[in-house]
């Protein structure tokens, strides 16, 4: 955490009570010319800092950033955020992710942009990321599991982002597969994973999530792959994204803890159970159409088809019939 972090955080846990120059420095062990350097970068940033002589500083307001200092704050977490990285901006969190992961970062570290200038999606699609408005994500991870396994890790982020907007905001989000959450039929989500691995060992996993949150309708682009929605447009309300980056952290670290212990088994269970397209008729941009029964092991999708056999579908878009 920062100086600027722990200055910020100084001042929410003191609510609207001065806090001298003096008494920062002490507590975090910097001179005074820091604090006073580091509360101007804090006014830079949008936040409103009143100063008063032989008072010292207090918070009046700020803009809406995620912010480590922020989300941290009674984050409680077993496997992820032990490193959290946030950033007003970034190319990609997925490529910054890799960057760190090549670098020796440890697993769970997790990566936070406000803003991505190259936000992608599946199948190298631009994945639209406007500033100070949704949460983009990534999350680097070292499990110790046979490589045909790491497909699995897809759904346990999807189903986080699903239970998190479900519990939050009472959304009925449903997962989609291979790697979208959708309201209303409306994308709200997306899912990019990447692997980095040999034949026989895993390197690193990065779980990357980009989730609509306070979009406007005027931020899409006006052509679309497939319709999308945000929490704003759902709920008509502004949602403090501190508290959904928190909120997701904390249940997917769980499930990761429960799938390292497990297996895929228990996730694959609440991901089909969030999954309106169960015992459905869909159409595989391949051509193919069937009803879906499930998830294999390998997270393959399951299709009945009209003989009776079971098709293995390992990648393509789905829709209803």
Not at 56 to 83: T, V, W
Not at 87 to 110: F, H, K, W, Y
Not at 198 to 211: A, P
């Amino acid at each position: 955490m920062t100086s600027r972090d722990k200055i910020l955080s100084l001042f929410r846990s003191n609510s609207e009570a001065f806090m001298s120059g003096q008494e920062i420095s002490r507590t975090l062990n910097i001179s005074r010319a820091a604090v006073w350097k580091q509360v101007e970068l804090l006014r830079e940033q949008g936040f409103e800092i009143e100063a008063q002589r032989s008072k010292g500083y207090r918070l009046l307001g700020g803009p809406d950033l995620l912010l480590a200092s922020e989300i941290e704050k009674d984050l409680a977490c077993q496997h992820l955020g032990r490193s959290l990285v946030c950033l007003p901006e970034i190319d990609s969190t997925n490529a910054r992710a890799r960057q760190l992961a090549e670098q020796g970062a440890a697993d769970g570290t997790v990566i936070i942009a406000d803003r991505q200038s190259a936000g992608r999606g599946r199948l190298g699609r631009r994945w639209e990321s406007p500033s100070a408005v949704n949460m983009y994500c990534s999350i680097l991870l070292r499990p110790q599991i046979p490589v045909q396994q790491a497909p699995q890790l897809t759904f346990l982020s999807a189903v986080a982002v699903a239970e998190t907007l479900n519990h939050l905001y009472q959304l009925p989000a449903k997962v989609k597969w291979p790697n979208d959450v959708l309201v209303a039929g409306k994308k709200i989500a997306g899912l990019l994973n990447e692997m980095n691995a040999e034949t026989e060992q895993i390197h690193f996993v990065i779980l990357g999530v980009g989730v609509n949150l306070n979009m406007t309708v005027e931020q899409f682009p006006e052509e679309l792959n497939y319709p999308a929605t945000s929490v704003l447009l759902e709920t008509g309300e502004k949602i403090d994204r501190v508290e959904f980056a928190r909120e997701f952290l904390q249940r997917i670290d769980g499930y990761y803890g429960e799938f390292l212990v497990e297996g895929f088994v228990p996730i694959r269970r609440r991901w089909e159970a969030l999954c309106d397209m169960m015992n459905t008729r869909v159409q595989i941009d391949q051509g193919l159409i069937g009803t879906v029964v499930g998830l294999d092991s390998d997270g393959a999708l399951r299709l009945q088809l009209d003989d009776g056999c079971v098709e293995r579908i390992m990648a393509g878009d789905v829709r209803p019939v």
